[in-house]
């Protein structure tokens, strides 16, 4: 079955002309209706060759065009998730990139490290896991390509004996010991679990495991996807709760307030100060139900150095070459405690849904995306806490007119708010969804009547309080 | 001189109204011929009150066009420049940022931290290479505001008597010991050493401190620049070098090619495995030179996961809202020992100079800030080195009439390249000033003539092993 020289020279000739050629195409793509874009994940066992058969792609390819990320396992800790390390080289429309070192690696070296051992059990939860963050990224057009580079013990130990010490050393880096057989068993055992859409390359023979590997990604890279932008199945679109109807109107007089304020408010900063946590908070609702208000009272007594706060508008141009979540993805990045969000991820399945930015598939598909993101939240020692401030139509109105009557309110009201109005039945039925499909033990809704803001104020802080007490 | 209650409020009304049109008139400059950005520095001695006026500040403008990003201080260390952390966060034309903690905050801290003091005399070297990168900000349209929040020993040892106890342990996590007497004295002796152009704020009164804040914001915001497009003094065009108007054709035959290269890729492969060092290499020449065939080469004995390949093209939106050198600094971010650049910065004073994208004062200004840019890598354990591959026209003709006979390596060569090649001349005098300008000791170039590709080849792997073991 071996192919002769000549023939692999042809083969390679025509390979390079083919891949080219589709990158070409790929690339063509971006903000195009069949727009994708391509994540390779390269593992597989130390010395197989995985190194030599991505050099050979970039060789064959426009490198121009090829993106090669490579890193050193990160050990997988309870404070992150999974995708945090590699979130910012999810690639944009029309480009691809080849992760060699990824999920899979981190997870294998984490299970099998020698210095602290991590619990086989969790290995199959894991790959569920990263499964269903794959079929995400899918769903938003990258599309992910899994290849193993497979060596047998015997081969690999060969190879071990004709290294040279400074390529020794390198190889050491990566964390396992290769002269380890129970070790390699292991691994072997692990990585049989994986899902079948792997490609298992067995690279005793050098050229055919390059070809193979090569032969796989432009495979994936002329498969260019036929978007569905239509769901079958039927919308149960659930009913519209009284409390956003009617929103209750009951009023706190300001001397109770302003003295449950100042104790609440130091009560909600000692909470939050828990060491080794994370809070994210979500604040959602009509234009000018009190959002900014309510986050003020909220960061009262921290330090700016403890929190940040991200205002979240439309997205810009390359933000919107990458999956939807994309940006929150990165915003999460930082060392940060203490992240609140005006306005939100939530904006999918809110204002794009409404103003039909986003297609019926993608809304409809965005609340399994955004329960599984904030379950990785809260599964990486963070409190997620959402509140959806519901206001009435009548009381909005009178906010609008009172800020139309402020000077430096006046720029908080523009055509757009008043448009927005018009589409406020719209806007509660997609709440109305969003609340009922979102609404989890690990990140759960909390509805607020904001028509007085003082009541509502001291609400958002007993609930958050709450939260923060029960976890 | 002190205002009373109700000036106060009603400067604070005049104020907002005033920050909120400044921010609007900033946010539209945007891609404009007066588009700048502000990014305001925030630091000071310990419950001064920086929190509380940045909050103030906060609430007095419009909050989704203020970013705030604070960190507690990065301990300055000899392996990154001052300025890494703090890049990304660089806002984009029309846009501003607070960053609370700092590269000031940075360097005061490390000067005096407790268990790993920093030399003082090192303070004022780095003061003035701040005070250069400052200035590089702002050539390239970002403003930088710096305020001092300043309170006198006695007043600081009376906020700490009054604190409660949470609040103490977040304030002791900035690392100074503000019982210190002596420690204090120092701080305040440092920061006389900054340059005048901070404004200190004494915070005794808090009113008056938040509206003087939030006065020298304004200020900023609404004195926006006039780009100057020309430069007055006269360009002194550095001479074409001989080895760029006629490369040497020299031969080398296969066979010592050969052996040459397998001993070269080897040692250079262990040179570049050095420890605690890493190694930024750059190539720039003619279409067709030869820079990706090169490369090939250096990475021959290195696995992927070693190091990483930038091919650099036009830059994206987003990246042009931004100082022409941020795509680079953020490249540089990662843990990545060796990171190789197919074009690089130098577009700027190559094709963004001759093709007319950049205007006669950003390219001349370049050839200081690429220097600067390359001393500071150099400052932290990075070798650079940088490679111009001289070819002659005529060979060039030949390998573009090459390239389109060759079915896999047509699509390198477009009309753009053959349209390039009309201005050959501009392109060898912009080479010239560049070599002549930015060949530093810290950051050498190395003219290859690569009319012989093999002995191109082999006169760089040479080149790079000679500068890595010179270091």
């Known amino acids: 079955m071996h192919d002769t020289e000549t023939e692999l020279e042809l083969k390679s000739e025509d390979l390079t002309l083919k891949l080219i050629e589709a990158q070409y195409a790929l690339k063509d793509t971006r903000a195009k209706k069949n727009a994708k874009s391509l994540v390779v994940l390269v593992s597989g066992i130390e010395l197989a060759g995985k190194g030599e058969s991505v050099k050979q792609l970039r060789e064959w390819v426009d490198p121009r065009y090829l993106r090669v990320k490579a890193d050193?396992?990160?050990?997988?800790n309870t404070t992150t998730p999974f995708w945090q390390p590699y979130t910012r080289f999810i690639p944009a429309e029309g480009q691809m990139i080849i992760l060699f070192g990824n999920w899979y690696s981190d997870l294998l070296a984490t299970t099998l490290h020698v210095s602290k051992p991590f619990d086989e059990t969790l290995f199959e939860a894991y790959t569920q896991q990263m499964q269903a963050f794959e079929q995400d990224l899918k769903n938003n057009h990258v599309d992910v390509v899994k290849v193993w580079f497979d060596l047998s013990w015997k081969s690999l130990q060969k190879r071990l004996d004709k290294m040279d010490v400074s390529e020794q050393r390198w190889?050491?880096?990566?964390?396992?010991?290769?002269?380890?057989?129970?070790?390699?068993?292991?691994l072997q055992r692990l990585r049989r679990k994986f899902t079948d859409d792997w490609l298992i390359i067995d690279c005793e023979d050098e050229q055919q495991r390059d070809h193979l590997f090569a032969e796989h990604v432009l495979k994936h890279l002329t498969n260019l996807p036929n978007h569905a932008l239509k769901v079958r199945s039927k919308w149960h679109q659930a009913p519209v709760p009284e409390v956003l109807l009617q929103p209750s109107t009951e009023v706190l007089v300001e001397e109770d307030y302003k003295a449950e304020l100042k104790k609440l408010t130091k009560q909600v900063a000692a909470a939050l100060r828990v060491e080794?946590?994370?809070?994210?908070?979500?604040?959602?609702?009509?234009?000018?139900?009190?959002?900014?208000?309510?986050?003020?009272?909220?960061?009262?007594?921290?330090?700016?150095?403890?929190?940040g706060i991200y205002n979240i508008s439309a997205p810009e141009k390359y933000e919107l070459a990458r999956p939807y979540l994309w940006r929150f993805w990165n915003k999460l990045l930082d060392e940060e405690n203490i992240s609140i969000f005006d306005r939100s991820w939530y904006g999918r399945v809110l204002v794009e849904r409404v103003e039909g930015f986003a297609s019926d598939v993608q809304w409809k598909r965005a609340y399994d995306e955004i329960n599984r993101f904030e379950k990785d939240l809260s599964?990486?020692?963070?409190?997620?806490?959402?509140f959806w401030l519901a206001i009435s139509k009548d009381e909005q109105e009178a906010r609008f007119k009172a800020r139309e009557q402020t000077p430096h309110k006046r720029f908080k009201i523009t055509n757009e708010d008043w448009r927005n109005r018009e589409r406020w039945d719209d806007y509660l039925e997609a709440a109305a969804d969003m609340l009922h499909r979102t609404n989890t033990a690990y990140a759960p809704w909390y509805v607020i009547a904001t028509n007085d803001k003082y009541s509502a104020r001291i609400q958002i802080l007993r609930a958050l309080l709450t939260q923060l007490k029960a976890e």
Chains 1, 2 share one sequence.
């Open 379 to 386: 599964d990486t020692q963070t409190v997620v806490v959402k």
């Open 276 to 307: 080794g946590r994370k809070t994210v908070i979500v604040f959602e609702g009509m234009d000018a139900a009190g959002k900014g208000g309510a986050i003020k009272r909220i960061v009262k007594k921290l330090d700016p150095r403890e929190y």
């Open 171 to 186: 190889h050491k880096l990566h964390g396992l010991d290769w002269r380890n057989k129970k070790q390699y068993d292991s």
């Open 72 to 76: 050193p396992p990160h050990l997988m």
